[in-house]
Every structure is written in C-alpha cells, then in structure tokens.
C-alpha cells in the first residue's frame, strides 16, 4: 500500500521559500502555507495549498513543519506563534540561515515528543525550484527523509546544531570568494588589463567556483543577507578578513536588495 503524503506546514515564502514550497504541493503532499505578507502565498493557493492566517493555524494539523525564513530575529519571532500549537509527533525542520545559537534556543523551547532538524540550504532560486538544493542537516531526518528528497540532496552533518554551524562555513566561504574576486577585478583594472581576460583566468584557477557565483545570472541572494551571515560567522570567531567583508558589503545601502554578484559590478 502506498504510504500516505505527510501534512506539511511551510512558513516563509520569500524568494527561496516559494519555489521549495511549490515542489512538495506538486509532490502530492496537503500543503498548508504561512507567509508575513500574505499575498506571496496567492499562486500556491490557486493551486490547490490551504493557507493559514497565523503561523499557530498553519502548524496545528502538520505533521511536518518547515520554515524557511530570513534571519535569527524572524525565526524567534514565527516561533512565538507556532510552537505552542505543535503536536506531539511533529517533526519541524528549519531551513533558514539563522546559526547554531539561534537553533539551540528553538530546540529548548520545544514541547515533549516535536523534534527540531536544522536544515539550512546551499543553492539560490534556480536550484531550489529543480530540486536540487544541497541541505545540510543536523539531527535525525529519516522520519523526513521523503520531504527532503524532493527539496534536494542530504549531507548529514550531526546532532541538532551541526547543519546550521556548517551553513555558516560554506556560505562565508562563498561570500568571502566573490568579494575576492570583486577586488581581483578591480586590480585588474588598475594594472590595465580587460575585465574579461582577468574573469576567464581566474575562472582557470582554485576561484573558479567564486567566479561562476559572482557572474551568476539565476541566482538571488541579496546582499543584506550575505550580510547577515558575515556577521553571524564574526560573531562566532574572530574572524577579520570577513570583517572587512561584511564592512564592504554594507557600505552601500543601494546594493543591499540587490543578489551578491553586484559586488563585482
């Protein structure tokens, strides 16, 4: 007999969080959906997802809850809604960038019998529509693993916190690449010589990955939050080459909506 599609609740519909949302709707999965602004969610809805007014409705059925939202301040906030209208059985995994910390203070409010998964994503927009995000998951996700098979694919990282603290290095590593390459470009210029030759022999070299993130068009990863997690990383560690990045990355308040390849422009 076939196994019956898991209820999922899915809060936060942003640029990352739509397109995950729409995957597990075309899955076959119930799908009930929470968003702060309520409209993002009117194109699920036509489509056959019940939406909630409040992250409490959302969750009060599900059977698994997924959030995907912008920062440790936003998740704190959804979860003041939701976790007190968790059931016993409910597996809740959280997808947003938000750090171990952030992670820690969720799972110590949970009631007996709801497990928290960490869940933080690599991969922008395009990926998380195709369905192939990489997920890095700290905790037990063999209860989800359908769920998050339809998402991407699944690193093990650990115990509860281990998924979050692992997001923090490879996106750092990601940001601190591009912002390199944005300097090596304007190097470049200075000595004279074409953006385009400096871009194509760095791409023949160990930045070859930093390159095709920073000349990505499909992607969307605005600034403010590559921000946000230069600065949850420095506050981790002492870490002052991603100071000087994240000083540069907010030094102009007209890139801050814009996706992290500006900063080569």
């Known amino acids: 007999m076939k196994n019956t599609p898991q209820k999922i609740a899915f809060l936060g519909l942003g640029s990352m969080g739509l397109p995950m949302a729409r995957r597990l ?26 939406q909630a007014a409040t992250p409490a409705e959302a969750v009060r059925d599900a059977d698994v809850v997924i959030t995907m939202l912008a920062d440790p301040a936003a998740a704190l906030a959804v979860a003041d809604g939701l976790i007190p209208a968790l059931r016993p059985g409910t597996h809740w995994i959280d997808t947003s960038t938000v750090g171990p910390d952030t992670v820690a203070a969720l799972e110590a409010r949970l009631p007996d019998g709801v497990t928290l998964i960490d869940a933080p994503v ?9 369905g192939e995000l990489l997920i890095l998951a700290g905790g037990d996700t063999a209860p989800v693993a359908d769920v998050l098979a339809r998402l991407g694919t699944v690193t ?15 996106i750092n590593a990601v940001i601190g690449g591009v912002a390199l390459v944005a300097e090596a ?3 470049a210029g200075a000595l004279g010589l ?20 920073a000349t990505a068009t499909g992607s969307h990863f605005p600034v403010a939050l590559a921000a946000k997690d230069v600065a ?34």
Do not use: F, Y
């Open 185 to 187: 470009l304007t190097l």
């Open 122 to 130: 690599m991969g922008s927009v395009d990926r998380a529509a195709s």
């Open 25 to 50: 709707l075309g899955a076959g999965h119930p799908l009930t959906v929470w968003n702060r602004t309520a409209a993002k969610a009117d194109a699920l809805v036509s489509d056959g997802a019940a």
């Open 194 to 213: 074409p953006r385009e030759l400096a871009l194509r022999t760095l791409a023949e070299g160990p930045l070859s990955g930093a390159v095709g993130r």
């Open 232 to 265: 949850l990383a420095a506050s981790s560690a002492k870490l002052p080459v991603l100071e000087a990045v994240h000083a540069a990355l907010t030094a102009d308040p007209a890139l801050l909506g814009e996706d992290l390849a500006a900063v080569i422009r």
């Open 156 to 170: 093990p990282c650990g115990g509860p916190g281990t998924g979050a603290a692992l997001k923090l290095v490879l």
